[in-house]
């Protein structure tokens, strides 16, 4: 790899914009990530979060989405995604180098299907090798995800799985091509605060050990503080500030400082009651008028 091919980000989007009919979801986004880089996405909901996450992934609705930017590339390479509503046309199913985390892994997961056989084909759909050492490779993986007995879940369906144990084998089917990007969209939310923790220090390691970036979609803005090197707020569909997720509480815009303020911290414990999204927008207005 040349240097100008390591200096380069990953992901680049310029100026891009998700409509559905007349409502503009995403206005202008423009940011890059770095290789391996953590970025958090954050922003009340409804504020355009996963529109962006699925308009980079490919995963927009061509009927209804009209999606637009002036740059969008993964590693160099455009990433075909402007389509236009009302025309059928392809979405990209897959993308290689990029791979998607959807907050609830049961309906990512087939029920039908044993954890194996949906590992094993995702494996071989990805790389050259025979049914038996895509077995071989798909319970390592669970291994490395850390399931306890990989044999078991691998003939296990998803519903006789906990939520943490499902979500780990997304991680694993997420991972197994080694992507360039990975974007999780509420990767924990539908996970208790413990697991939440444990399944975030496993997505670190894992997109640590490969180099892989993450994109990440939350409301928690303690998972970013404590798990990503950047941050990205949206605010009604558009970008209000991008800074180190270290140097948070150093946030200028007042959307961001409301966002801090409505996280319960064992200080805020004592006050009656917590700001909330409507009284955050209301100082906004007063501020910008
Ligand atoms: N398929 C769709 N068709 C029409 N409007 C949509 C569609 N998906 C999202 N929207 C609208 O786009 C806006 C942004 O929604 P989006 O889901 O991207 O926000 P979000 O920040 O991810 O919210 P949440 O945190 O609740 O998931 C909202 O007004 C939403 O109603």
């Known amino acids: 790899m040349d240097s100008t091919t390591e200096s380069r980000p990953v992901l680049e989007v310029r100026d891009l914009s998700v409509r559905y009919g007349n409502s503009v979801a995403v206005s202008g986004a423009s940011f890059t990530i770095a290789r391996g880089q ?3 996405v954050v922003g009340e909901s409804g504020s355009g979060k996963t529109s962006l996450a699925n308009a980079i ?3 927009v609705d061509p009927m209804s989405a009209v999606v637009e930017s002036e740059v969008l590339s993964l590693d160099g390479s455009a990433l075909q995604r402007t389509f236009t509503a009302g025309r059928q046309e392809r979405i990209p199913r897959r993308t ?5 985390v959807f907050q609830d892994a049961m309906s990512s997961l087939d029920p039908v299907w044993t954890v194996g056989s949906q590992l094993t084909a995702v494996l071989r759909s990805t790389e050259r090798c025979t049914r038996s ?5 798909a319970t390592d993986l669970l291994d490395r995800v850390g399931i306890v007995d990989p044999r078991r879940v691998m003939r296990a369906r998803p519903h006789e799985l906990s939520g943490g144990m499902r979500q780990r084998v997304m991680i694993a089917i997420a991972l197994s091509g080694r992507p360039a990007l990975l974007i999780a969209d509420e990767p924990t939310s539908a996970l208790d605060a413990s697991v939440a923790v444990r399944t975030m220090k496993l997505l670190v390691e894992l997109t640590r050990t490969q180099g892989t970036a993450l994109l990440m979609v939350t409301h928690d803005i303690e998972l970013c503080r404590r798990f990503t090197d950047h ?6 569909g558009e970008i209000v500030e991008q ?5 948070l509480d150093e946030a200028e815009h007042p959307y961001t400082q409301g966002l801090l303020q409505c996280v319960p911290t064992l200080a805020s414990a004592g006050l009656e009651q917590l700001p909330t999204f409507e009284s955050v927008r209301r100082s906004i207005e007063e ?3």
Do not use: Q
């Open 133 to 137: 050492e895509a077995r071989e490779r």
């Open 38 to 40: 953590r970025v958090a």
């Open 231 to 236: 941050v990205i707020v949206m605010y009604r």
């Open 243 to 247: 800074l180190p997720s270290a140097r």
């Open 96 to 100: 290689p180098g990029l791979s998607m």
């Open 287 to 289: 501020v910008t008028g």
């Open 57 to 59: 992934a490919g995963f």
